[in-house]
């Protein structure tokens, strides 16, 4: 049996004497509290009786004695009533947010399980291509068109790691002191430039990229959204089967600018929806999972949405994939 398993049995063993107790002793009450009307109930009776006040049950039940009687015997049951009550919805509560807290717990476990093996293997993959393509071309004296290839993907991989050092100081500085720098910006050419360098980066994908003659210019953070924009698409791509199709739209609408991501792969379960913008939450499970990643692309890409006062939301795209809607409000 898991430790998980143990302790949910270990609790509801724990649960279930305590209410069994509960109803028992309950139970109990309401026998003592009758036993006890009963004999005070005999005893008025048989004083009333001794003194000739009444002569027989029916008349006991009319007189005032009895009526006292019985309001305390009715209040006392109440009274059990609603302390049981109120004990089992303690009950009820403390036990949902023990169960709550230790819930959350385990998933932040998980979570921070998941980041250490996502960032080992984000940093050792780059890292061990750098050095096979240094130590190849320490060794050999290759000519250039041989030794090209080796120093474009030297290139990139070292891009990787500048932007994975790039998103893992971001996100640190998201939780601290994150400063805007606003200044006007056309983003519209903002993100025609990162589609185009995403063409470079990926020549075998498709990108398509739309947006009208005459964007109005928005106030906002150039590093922020251009971290906005590469998480987007980047994400579009390396969550499609290749040939990625990828297509950044942006429109005017009133009051607001839209800038839409879509792609037509894997496609983001419902269930998932509302969980991927949360720090360091992949979908799946570290050790089976194909693609890289640290979890931080759209933790990023929403707080930085945020600080502009804008939203984002995700849905699905037909017949396949997802849309990421990033709304911006124009000030
Ligand atoms: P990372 O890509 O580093 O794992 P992100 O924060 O960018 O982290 O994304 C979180 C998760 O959301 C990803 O692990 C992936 O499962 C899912 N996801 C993000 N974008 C897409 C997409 N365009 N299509 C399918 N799944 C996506």
Redesign the pocket.
Same mark, same amino acid.
């Given at each position: 049996m898991t430790r998980d398993a143990k302790l949910r049995w270990g609790s509801i063993i724990v649960i279930g004497y305590i209410m069994a107790a509960f109803v028992w002793w309950a139970l109990l009450l309401f026998k003592k509290n009758h036993i006890a009307f009963e004999a005070q109930y005999r005893a008025g009776f048989y004083e009333m009786l001794a003194q000739g006040l009444v002569e027989n049950e029916g008349q006991y039940r009319q007189s005032d004695l009895y009526k006292m009687l019985f309001t305390t015997y009715r209040k006392q049951m109440f009274m059990i009533i609603g302390e049981g009550c109120v004990f089992v919805l303690s009950l009820i509560l403390g036990v949902w947010f023990i169960h709550n807290g230790y819930r959350k717990e385990v998933a932040a476990g998980r979570q921070r399980r998941n980041f250490l093996l %996502?960032i080992t293997h984000e940093l050792k993959s780059p890292i061990a291509g750098i050095q096979l393509a240094v130590e190849t071309l320490l060794k050999r004296d290759l000519p250039r068109e041989k030794s090209l290839p080796l120093l474009q993907s030297s290139l990139r991989e070292t891009t990787r790691l500048k932007n994975l050092v790039n998103d893992l100081l971001l996100s640190a500085k998201l939780e601290s002191a994150y400063q805007l720098h606003i200044e006007p910006l056309n983003l519209a050419e903002l993100a025609a430039g990162i589609v185009e360098d995403f063409r470079i980066r990926y020549p075998k994908a498709g990108f398509e990229f739309e947006a009208p003659d005459e964007l109005p210019l928005f106030s906002g953070d150039r590093s922020g959204l251009t971290s906005v924009v590469q998480? #987007?698409v980047?994400?579009?791509v =390396? *969550? %499609?089967p290749e040939p990625a199709q990828v297509r950044v739209a942006l429109s005017a609408q009133p009051g607001a600018l839209h800038i839409e991501?879509a792609?037509s +792969? @894997? !496609? @983001?379960p419902d269930r998932?929806k509302s969980r991927? &913008?949360d720090k360091f *939450?992949? @979908? +799946?499970n570290e050790d089976t999972?194909q693609? =890289? +990643?640290? !979890? #931080? !692309? #759209? *933790? @990023?890409?929403d707080q930085i949405v945020k600080a502009h006062g804008g939203s984002i939301s995700?849905r699905d795209h037909q017949p396949a +994939?997802?849309v &990421?809607l990033i709304l911006l409000p124009l000030k």
């Open positions: %996502s998480n #987007l980047e994400n579009a =390396k *969550y %499609s991501v792609d +792969g @894997i !496609g @983001i998932e991927i &913008f *939450y992949r @979908i +799946g999972r693609t =890289k +990643g640290t !979890g #931080l !692309g #759209l *933790y @990023i890409v995700v +994939g997802s &990421f």
